[in-house]
């Protein structure tokens, strides 16, 4: 049953932390001349209005890109907004772009995007999207933790691979694991990056571990909470980014950024980050 539409929460703080991870993790790794492909398992829709539709709806996006918006932010935030500013070129924040959206705007040239997305739907949006792409990116309306295995190792021998499931299966805290094993005995030196949510939930609380157990030879974890946990235990309150051998400069950029991020998008005192990691 796929019930989830990721247009209610386009632009909320989760993608925030989300995209400006994966843009940093694109631009370490466009310094190098290799082209390399940016595997997403779970796309979307690609761009996501934020002025009508399913986001309008809950305007989740005013706590979290909004709030940067017409801010000064740390040099380091500058890439991920000018990404969110070429969608929106006359300064009035009505377009939101996803994951391949941003992987798009950051690749260089020759590299390439293979996206996976299930939901019917979000799939004939993101297909429409990206039309304009041409052979740059393929679209498959496929399982992505199935369908990643036929794409690794891919043929440049370097890829960032985003996995972002919804979780509200729950089997997905089991899946994300095991589909990164199986990448990293097809590709180990790929660069994995696992979104997750903050839950009071004992299967997300056990997520980390497992990403922390898997034979790679670095790993990063950062978390933002942008309130305190609720006392009757539901919903989510922050997100956190899981990247199997990381960019080495990433743990200083997040040093940066995340105090910032953690201040302007609290919701409450208990807002915070953690950034925790293991090098090579
Ligand atoms: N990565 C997107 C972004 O940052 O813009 C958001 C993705 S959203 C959190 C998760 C998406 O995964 C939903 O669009 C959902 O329809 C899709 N989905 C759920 N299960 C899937 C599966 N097994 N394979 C591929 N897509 C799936």
């Known amino acids: 049953m796929l019930s989830y539409r ?44 934020l002025d009508t539709g399913y986001a309008a709806q809950n305007a989740e996006y005013r706590d979290g890109i909004g709030r940067l918006w017409d801010r000064d932010v740390p040099d380091a935030l500058a890439p991920y907004l000018e990404t969110v500013r070429a969608l929106n070129p006359d300064g009035q924040l009505r377009h939101y772009p996803g994951s391949p959206w941003c992987a798009h705007l950051a690749l260089p040239p ?19 999207n990206c039309r304009t792409l041409g052979r ?53 030196t ?39 946990p609720s006392n009757d235990g539901f919903g989510m309150h922050g997100s956190g980014m899981f990247i199997l051998n990381p960019p080495w400069t990433l743990k200083n950029t997040l040093a940066e950024v995340m105090p910032f991020l953690a201040e302007t998008l609290a919701g409450d005192s208990g807002a915070g980050f953690t950034l925790d990691a293991r090098e090579s």
Request: aromatic letters at 10%.
């Open 6 to 49: 990721h247009a209610f929460h386009a632009g909320n703080h989760a993608d925030v932390l989300k995209h400006f991870v994966q843009i940093e993790i694109i631009r370490h790794m466009a310094q190098k001349p290799t082209p390399f492909w940016y595997i997403d398992t779970h796309a979307g829709a690609g761009l996501y209005a």
């Open 110 to 128: 020759e590299s390439r995007l293979r996206l996976f997305e299930l939901h019917p739907s979000d799939f004939t949006l993101l297909d429409d």
């Open 136 to 188: 740059r990116a393929r679209v498959a309306q496929e399982d992505g933790f199935h369908g990643i295995k036929a794409l690794l190792p891919p043929p440049t021998r370097r890829a960032l691979i985003l996995i972002d499931p919804p979780y509200e299966d729950k089997r997905d805290y089991l899946r994300v694991p095991l589909a990164v094993a199986e990448g990293l005995k097809r590709f180990a």
């Open 190 to 228: 790929g660069v994995y990056a696992i979104w997750y949510p903050l839950l009071q939930r004992a299967e997300m609380q056990a997520l980390p571990g497992a990403l922390k157990a898997l034979p790679a030879n670095s790993w990063l974890d950062v978390t933002l909470t942008v309130k305190t």
